[in-house]
């Protein structure tokens, strides 16, 4: 809701409506819970900047006379807004019939908010942008209600709204939408912040590292480089990591990593496989699930044409070089 920004060591509580701007040490917070749809302004009776709607929070600063001061804070379409260097505001509404506030990206609704609403940005999500500013209210419109932040810190009516994670099994697709296309496929262990909620599904935050150098080569044009020297790869470890590298390989085993194998998740399916003619060569080569079943027809001593990511250099229990599968062909004797 909005006003749950309750921040410890730093909430504004009242003696009462007479003593103004009088603050109270401790911990406890006020929320003003608006009880019909009522106009917020920029000051006492001033200039208008949005409405509240029934039931939306505001967390309580002070108040004069009928009116109080509150915290607006929620999230914001950023189409919707404009930079500005106002004063402490960074942000302006510029959509010209005003824009919508809500508790959360296309989340509930909690007020509407006015063209040329000045505001501060406090984060910005995937097209959203959470926002705030103190704003006063007609005191006769909210209830005002005391918590004990004793009691309350951690939940949801008090403090920094918790994001809610879902935690995916391997394989399971991340779509561009609802019945959209694969984006992704999860790997184990797999945790998504969800951003928002439609039916059964719901929107999620991926957050990831690509391999991406700061040359003027665009990615997807960086070579594959092909039967590079394992010694290389030991004496030169950081100009090879997130390359993607060619080998003639001969398999040996597939095998599934423990706990131990730092380098690996646990319970990734790995490929024992050498450098093609040599004794002691050895390369580990992940395989995500979309491979399982095509190397699950190897045999040992089949040779393979493999692409692969580097992922390590060398693996911390056996020194070996990591790939993580990207093509494999197998080579006819």
Not at 43 to 71: P, Y
Not at 94 to 116: D, K
Not at 212 to 239: F, G, Q
């Amino acid at each position: 809701m909005i006003g749950q920004i309750a921040r410890v060591g730093q909430f504004a509580v009242m003696l009462s409506f007479v003593c103004n701007f009088t603050p109270v040490e401790g911990l406890f917070a006020q929320i003003a819970v608006v009880d019909k749809e009522e106009n917020i302004r920029a000051s006492e009776n001033g200039i208008l900047l949005g409405q509240m709607t029934e039931g939306s929070e505001l967390e309580f600063l002070a108040s004069r006379d009928n009116w109080l001061q509150v915290n607006l804070e929620g999230w914001v379409w950023e189409e919707s807004l404009q930079a500005v260097d106002t004063d402490d505001f960074d942000l302006r509404v510029s959509a010209a019939e005003g824009e919508n506030i809500r508790n959360r990206p296309q989340g509930l609704i909690v007020g509407r908010l006015e063209n040329g609403t000045l505001l501060e940005s406090v984060e910005r999500v995937s097209g959203w942008i959470r926002v705030q500013r103190k704003v006063w209210i007609w005191s006769e419109s909210v209830d005002v209600q005391t918590m004990n932040m004793e009691s309350e810190i951690g939940s949801a009516k008090v403090g920094k709204i918790e994001p809610e994670w879902l935690a995916l099994g391997e394989g399971l697709a991340v779509l561009d939408g609802p019945n959209g296309d694969t984006l992704v496929r999860a790997q184990q262990p797999s945790t998504f912040e969800v951003l928002a909620r439609q039916g059964n599904w719901a929107q999620v935050s991926i957050k990831g590292w690509l391999w991406a150098p700061e040359t003027s080569e665009d990615l997807e044009r960086l070579p594959v480089l092909v039967d590079v020297n394992i010694d290389d790869l030991s004496d030169r470890p950081h100009e090879f990591e997130g390359r993607f590298l060619q080998w003639d390989l001969q398999f040996v085993t597939i095998e599934k990593a423990d706990g131990i194998r730092s380098d690996f998740y646990e319970n990734e399916n790995f490929l024992v496989t050498r450098l093609a003619n040599t004794e002691d060569n050895f390369i580990y080569v992940t395989v995500g699930s979309e491979f399982f079943e095509e190397v699950s027809f190897l045999n040992p001593m089949d040779e393979v044409r493999v692409v692969g990511r580097l992922r390590t250099a060398s693996e911390k229990l056996t020194n070996a070089p990591i790939l993580e599968l990207m093509s494999l062909e197998r080579k006819i004797p």
